[in-house]
């Protein structure tokens, strides 16, 4: 009984289950949040603010403009064009004006380039071409040429013979005119005067020069070893002092002291009198000893200039060789010359040191000879003017090493301005170009300009030092305070 009401009752469950409709299965439960909004919550609508629109803009500014138009398209009261019309009377004219000039530039440019192009068709061809050596006419091939058969070459031979003749004659004319830059005479040439107390003795003309002219020519008092990168080396600087003991011991030593008293002086050598001084100065076979070619004419320093320009030396008492071989080095480095193999024609100083900064260049960090002339090395220094075209770099305002073959080399145009300002003269050391006659470390002044008896010889180092404050005629005639001023706060630039 049990069993069948069991079996009776999952029968019924069954029946039950299956009568039941059923779910869709998209259904799910929804849950409701606190934060939700539901039906109980009021939406509340928002407010909108419309504006007039941009019509109704564009009508209230279309009739301000008309009433403009209106007014600049009227005609005046006498019948005159309305300002409109003048507007664009004048834009058409303008503008036509320009178009009108634009087809004609046009017009002219288009005839020309065809007149270019039938020139250059029309044109005959040339039918001559240089050869570049004389086998170039047997050229081609040898086979199936009879004998007799190549063509008559008599009138290129001809050519070309007259064409070596000219070229001989050319060298033959060039060869005359170099022959008239012979040596420099063997007549009066050089004065020593005094400059100031400041520079000391200067050399000047003892006659006219025409431009180009040699001057003298001169060999060597002193000649030591120098480098100018390392110029403190104690060899070098023992070189230096050798050189300069050298010439006290022997016949040159009175010439020397008196032509570098400053040098002197810091030695321990005190000034000679004026007595001996003036003598050994006016002395042509003192001053002049070392002159190739060339005569020295005398000096014309006074008592009162020299004894203001040697007053002012501080003489040593006990000089010792620390303080010898500082003056010496300080002595080489005012008024030596260079005399290295490798120097080029026109490199100044100053070149050569920007030469030496390179890398691997090693013409500054060579040691090579420096030479002391004993009038050479009186020749003062002389800014170039800006106005000849001189590059500032090349400008020097103390007496430091000089180049070997040539001062600074200015161009043609600055070699013929007609102005005397800047130096007048350059230098030539050993035998270059037209200066066959000059022996190796000669010296050979040459005049840059016309020179007028009486006038400073001068020129350009090529270098600058820091703080030298330059007198020279060309920092004084064009100073920072105006010409005539003098060189007030002009010191030089450092390269």
């Known amino acids: 009984m049990v069993a069948a009401m069991s079996a009776f009752r999952q029968r019924f469950a069954q029946v039950a289950r299956q009568a039941r409709p059923l779910r869709p299965n998209g259904a799910r439960n929804t849950r409701s949040y606190a934060s939700s909004h539901g039906e109980h919550h009021e939406h509340h609508a928002h407010n909108v603010e419309e504006s007039l629109g941009i019509p109704v803009y564009l009508t209230l500014g279309v009739i301000p403009a008309s009433i403009f138009v209106y007014w600049i398209s009227r005609p005046g009261q006498d019948g005159e064009l ?29 005839e020309q380039a065809a007149h270019d192009r039938h020139l250059l068709y029309g044109a005959p061809r040339g039918r001559h071409f240089e050869l ?4 170039a006419f047997g050229h081609g091939s040898q086979m199936n040429v009879p004998a007799g058969h190549y063509i008559n070459l008599d009138k290129v031979i001809a050519h070309y013979q007259k064409q070596h003749l000219d070229d001989e004659a050319r060298k033959a004319k060039k060869l005359a005119a170099a022959s008239q830059h012979s040596a420099p005479q063997d007549a009066p040439a050089v004065r020593v005067g005094f400059v100031s ?56 030593r009175d010439v020397a002291t008196v032509a570098f008293p400053a040098l002197a002086a810091r030695t321990g050598i005190a000034p000679a009198p004026f007595e001996e001084a003036a003598d050994i100065l006016a002395s042509p076979a003192e001053m002049g000893r070392y002159l190739v070619h060339g005569r020295f004419a005398g000096s014309t320093v006074t008592r009162e200039e020299y004894l203001s320009y040697t007053s002012r030396l501080p003489v040593a008492a006990a000089p010792s060789e620390k303080d010898v071989r500082e003056a010496c080095l300080e002595f080489f480095k005012q008024y030596a010359f260079d005399v290295r193999r490798a120097a ?79 130096p007048n003269c350059s230098w030539r050391i050993g035998p270059s170009g037209l200066a066959h006659f000059v022996k190796p470390r000669h010296i050979c002044v040459q ?49």
């Open 132 to 135: 570049t050596y004389p086998e």
């Open 447 to 495: 005049a840059r300009r016309a020179i007028r008896e009486g006038e400073q010889l001068t020129w350009d180092y090529g270098k600058r030092e820091k703080g030298f404050e330059c007198e020279c005629d060309t920092c004084r005639s064009s100073g920072w305070f105006g010409p005539g001023l003098g060189n007030l706060g002009y010191l030089c630039t450092v390269l």
């Open 82 to 110: 309305s300002t409109m019309h003048k507007w664009f009377q004048k834009i058409s004219k303008e503008y036509g004006r320009d178009w009108e000039q634009s087809n004609h530039l046009m017009t002219a440019a288009i």
């Open 197 to 252: 107390p400041a520079i000391g003795y200067g050399l000047f003309a003892a006659r006219d020069f025409a431009k180009d002219e040699f001057i003298f020519h001169e060999a060597p008092m002193m000649t030591a070893l120098f480098n100018e990168k390392f110029s403190a080396d104690k060899n070098l600087m023992q070189s230096q002092v050798r050189s300069y003991r050298a010439v006290l011991a022997g016949p040159s």
């Open 344 to 422: 080029r024609a026109g490199v100044g100083t100053a070149a050569a040191a920007a030469a030496a900064a390179v890398p691997g260049a090693g013409a500054g960090a060579a040691t090579h000879r420096a030479c002391i002339y004993l009038l050479g090395s009186l020749i003062n220094h002389c800014c170039t003017p800006q106005s000849t075209g001189a590059s500032t770099a090349s400008i020097s305002c103390s007496g430091l090493i000089k180049s070997t073959s040539t001062s600074s080399a200015k161009s043609s145009s600055s070699r013929s301005s007609s102005s005397s300002k800047g």
